[in-house]
Structure formats: C-alpha cells, structure tokens
C-alpha cells in the first residue's frame, strides 16, 4: 500500500509497487542494477515507463545515440504497468470537432493522423516483436451515459465521417449496444471505433524493455535521478549520488517526477489519481445472466468517465476517478465507489473484487498532451489518462526533435505545456472540478 503524493513528498523512490492485478500475473523480473560509477553518454533518459523506453529505443535505433535509462524504481512502477491497458485512438481531453474549433480543421486532421498511426504503431510492435500481452478483441465503444450524450456522439460521429473522412467507427443504438455487446443499464448508445484493443500492460512494457536493452540503451533500475543541470551547454546529472554527463536529456517522468524537477515541466501539469478493481472471474452463467458479451475496451461519456473491459480470464476492470489527495489513495471507499458504479451498470453482477489499486495520470491546463524540446531537453507530458497508445508516436517525434529534424507543426509538437495560473493551487482547483463535474454528470 502506498499513499504517495507527487505534490507533498519528495521524490518516489522506494514506493511499493502497485498491488494491481497486471503486478499478480507478470513476473516483474529481476531488476538491472542500479548505476555505480560515472557515466557519459549522447542522452540520458529519466523515467522508465512506456514513454522513456520507446524514446530511449529510437534514440538509439534511428539515430545510432548512446542512451542510458534512468528508473527510479523498477520498470513499470509509474502509470504504464497501472493502467487499464486500453489501447486508444486517442489522448488529452479534446475531441476532434473540439480541436478544429482551437486550431482550425486541419491540425485537426493532422492530430487525427497521428492519434491513429499510434495505434498502428503498438500494434506493429507487438507483432513485429513478438511481445505476448494479452491482446483482446479491437474495438473501443464509447457508451453514451445519458440520452443528451448520444446526441453528442451522433454528432461526433457525423463530423469524424464527413471532415475527418473516417470509415472506422460506427454509431450504435441502445439496442444494438444491448443485442451485440453488452447489457448495459447505463448505455443509451455508443460510438465505437474499430482499431483500439486492450492489453496487458505490464507485459507490453516489459516487450518494451526488452527491445530497449536490444537496441544497446544501457538501462539503470533503481536508480533515482535527484539533480539535472545544464552548465555550458553540457547536461549534468547527479544519480545515487554519480555524475552522468550528456548532450541532450529526455524527461519522461511523467506525474512521478519530483515537484520541482525541472523549470521546464515545474507547475505545468496535475497529479490526478485514478483507481482500478478488478472482480474475481465471472462464470458463463454470470456473464450470460449480466450480459457481458464482449471484451472490447468500453469508457463512458461521463466528465468523470468509467473505464471499464472484461479481460481473457473473465474478471471485470472497472476503473474511475479516485482519491484527490495522495494519503487517502488506499481508502476503502473509492473502491466501495467503483463498486457501486460498475453495479449501476451491471446491476445482478454479485462478485468479490479481488485487486484494487491507484495510479498518477499527468493532467495539462489545455487537455492536450506536449512533446516538446529547449536548450537540447525534451519532454513529453499531459496525456491526461491515454498515454498506451500515443506514446508509441510521442516517443517518434520526441526522438526526432531532440535530433533537430523536423516534425510536423502541431501545437502539440510546438507548443511547452501551459503553465497553471495558481500552480499551488491546484488540488483547490481539482476539488472545485470534482463537484461541478459531479453535478453536469448527474444533470446535465
Ligand atoms: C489507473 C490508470 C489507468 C490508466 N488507463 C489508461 C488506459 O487504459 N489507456 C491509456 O492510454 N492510458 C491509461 N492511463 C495513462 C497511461 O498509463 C500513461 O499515460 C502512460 O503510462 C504514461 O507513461 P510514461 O512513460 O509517460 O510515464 P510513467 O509510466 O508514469 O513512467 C514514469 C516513470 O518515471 C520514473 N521517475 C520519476 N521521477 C524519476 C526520477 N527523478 N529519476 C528516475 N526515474 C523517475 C517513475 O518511477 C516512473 O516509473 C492510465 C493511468 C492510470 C494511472
């Protein structure tokens, strides 16, 4: 158990690892050693999640650089061995009508283009690596949680065929969610999108690894980075209390890092917990009796949205906004919470939950995630809860900027993340969120 807050204590190293369900089927493995000595290398990266594995992989691969990788912890303790694994076509808050209104259609549609080459691209690895992760059925149904919000998605799903030319999403009745994919007494319809799938992270993450340490990165475990400076041009960084030394510096810490870690990233997103159950595995005559037909990854058009999926063992993830603050993380009640919303749903489901367990996402100011790059460091931040999939393309175009080639002229490429306006402030803001957010999902 861990009531780790980013936003009060000092750095997270030495936290347990999440007690997940991903944790209780995946060996994790024994860790690489932690680094003993100097070190020089072309790129250091710290943080060893999806984000900063794949980076470190294509740093070294495209670009022939000697990378080395540092993780606080082992792998996997951050966000990506915590998640629910959903595999989206999508990252941030914003939809793509939403994103045309701010930016003007065509970003719009190049956002759209790199959304879903992400997804192609896990899939690539997968395959291409050979990575066994559990693989479910592709597609992704977003249930319309009220009759207001399947007009939303009815609308969404006009404007994605008719401006962003799409012929991979289908808009679903009530009837035709209920008949093929799930009895849902929450769903008055949905849109579903044909290319998401579910995985087990942990598994993808360790493929991942795999492929970084084949690509020649030099990877530390338990190695915690506590010191990054940049005299003269030449990056300096201070681990277990060794100097590393080196040109360029990628900081893919995500809500992990230290609070004030760096003047590039200080201030500009928001630790947000989000907490999982999964149930023991259902039997044929419950999931018949609950209709619980598909194993397609499923969120809600809530603002506080339920994620939720039926995995290969027949257990059900249900996942859903948790504590505000990092010491109340573990309280019974946001599991008593999710419990009581996945049985909104499923209403006769009578099962045990059997793994409870919280995660850090990285909130941004504007809902959009930001790969971006000054005086030779780079970031990638804000994927506000969809980082599986988009940080298979992040990772791309992070790499590539560091390299000072050229990548396309997004705001989510060229823009730094937005500051906060009150950045101590900002749990006051999360909780005012919290209530209005309550009320719209209830009401409006
Ligand atoms: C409960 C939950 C459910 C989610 N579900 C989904 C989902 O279904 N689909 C989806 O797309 N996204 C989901 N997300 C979001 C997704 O997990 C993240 O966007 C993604 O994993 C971010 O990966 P990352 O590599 O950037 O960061 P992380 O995986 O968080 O890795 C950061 C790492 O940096 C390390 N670190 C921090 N500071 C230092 C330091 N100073 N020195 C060395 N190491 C350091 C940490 O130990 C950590 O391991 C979910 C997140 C949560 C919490």
Known sequence: MSGFDPLTQPHCQGQAFASS??????????????????????????GGGFTGLLTAYHLATTHHQSVALFEANQVGFGASARNAGFVLPSTGRLGYAQLAKKYGLDVSKSIYQEYNNAVALVREHINGNHIDCNVQASGYLKVAHNQQAFSLLKAQSEFLTATMGSKSHQLLSRQQLTETYMHNQQGFGALRFDNAFGVHPLKLLLGYKALAQQAGVQLYENSLVTRHQNPNGNHQLEVNGHKVSANKVVIAANAYAQRQFSPLTQGRYLPILSSIIVTEPLSDEQLA????????????????????????????LFGGRGAVFGHDQDNAKYQYNLRSALNDCFPKLDVKVDYFWSG?????????????????????????GSGVAFSAQASIRLAEKLMGLKVPNLPIYTKPLPKFPMPRLRRVGQLAYYQYAQLMDKFA
Not at 364 to 384: F, K, M, Q, R, W
């Open 289 to 316: 009796a609950n209709g619980l037909i598909t194993e397609q990854v499923v969120m809600d058009t809530r603002q506080l949205k339920y994620y939720y999926r039926r995995l290969p063992d027949n257990r059900i």
């Open 21 to 46: 369900y991903w944790a209780a089927t995946c060996p994790l493995g024994t860790p690489n050693p932690s680094l003993d000595k100097p070190l020089q290398v072309d790129i250091a990266v710290i």
């Open 360 to 384: 850090y996402i990285a909130a941004a100011l504007d809902d959009l995630p930001h790969i971006y790059s000054e005086n030779n460091t780079g970031y990638v931040l804000g994927y506000c």
